[in-house]
């Protein structure tokens, strides 16, 4: 079955750790996105990929970064954590072109202490 | 740019009665729209979609969402509410200029009282 993980689901770390969140998808998906949700608020785009090789930054600013080595695979990066990164994190991967649905993994909710 | 607005951040109903969320957009194309339902502590979930082929729309759960272009309104309604339809719900409209993202609306929670 085709679907879209991530991991881990929920994460508690302390100020200046480095941390990777994981997220992968079987839907041979070119598209993936990841969104920051605070609760109870919208969510936000932080970066996005075309494709392997290709990231771009969204319209929230973040300090984190994203790599696309493989078309299932778009790992998101936290080099210094801070209270402020404290939030939801969500990925999606959807098809090319437009009007295509975008499918959601679980989410990590990243607690920094 | 396009953008959506959701009117209401919490909406109560009974259950077994109808269910009105409003979302209107702001797009100076033809916009693609949808709603998704978050329940808690899980990621979002597509309910509809909106690519202009039918003004009317049917998704999951019964679910159903009418695009109007006069009101520039794509409103989510279900005849009659469960229990287990309560939820974060949220409209979105596809960003031309980011790869097609979702840009989202702030969300409206819907509470089903017995």
């Known amino acids: 079955e085709a679907d879209i993980y991530q991991t881990p689901r929920y994460l508690v770390i302390g100020t200046g750790k480095k941390i990777t969140l994981e997220c992968s998808q079987t839907?041979?998906?070119?598209?993936m996105y990841w969104y920051q949700q605070d609760p109870g608020m919208e969510l936000h785009l932080i970066h996005y990929?075309?494709?392997?090789?290709?990231?771009e930054k969204g319209d929230l600013s973040s300090e984190s970064t994203v790599s696309r080595i493989r078309t299932e695979h778009f790992p998101l990066t936290l080099e210094s954590a801070r209270p402020s990164h404290t939030s939801q994190y969500l990925c999606?991967?959807?098809?090319?072109?437009?009007?295509?649905?975008?499918?959601f993994g679980p989410g990590t909710r990243l607690t920094v202490t | 740019a396009q953008s959506v607005t959701q009117l209401g951040s919490h909406v109560s109903v009974s259950e077994g009665a109808l269910v009105l969320l409003r979302c209107n957009y702001s797009?100076?194309?033809?916009?693609?729209l949808f709603w998704y339902v978050q329940y808690p502590n899980q990621g979002l979930q597509l309910l509809l979609k909106?690519?202009?082929?039918?003004?009317l729309v049917k998704g999951i759960n019964g679910f159903e969402a009418e695009f109007k272009k006069s009101e520039t309104s794509f409103h989510l309604t279900k005849p009659s509410a469960h229990m287990s339809d309560a939820a974060e719900y949220f409209c979105?409209?596809?960003?031309?200029?980011?790869?097609?993202?979702?840009?989202f609306g702030k969300g409206t929670s819907l509470l089903v009282t017995p």
């Open positions: 979105a409209v596809s960003a031309l200029n980011s790869g097609y993202a979702l840009n």
């Open positions: 999606a991967s959807s098809r090319e072109g437009a009007g295509n649905e975008q499918y």
């Open positions: 839907m041979g998906h070119d598209k």
């Open positions: 990929s075309y494709g392997v090789n290709s990231t």
């Open positions: 797009s100076s194309v033809p916009p693609y």
């Open positions: 909106y690519t202009s082929a039918a003004t």
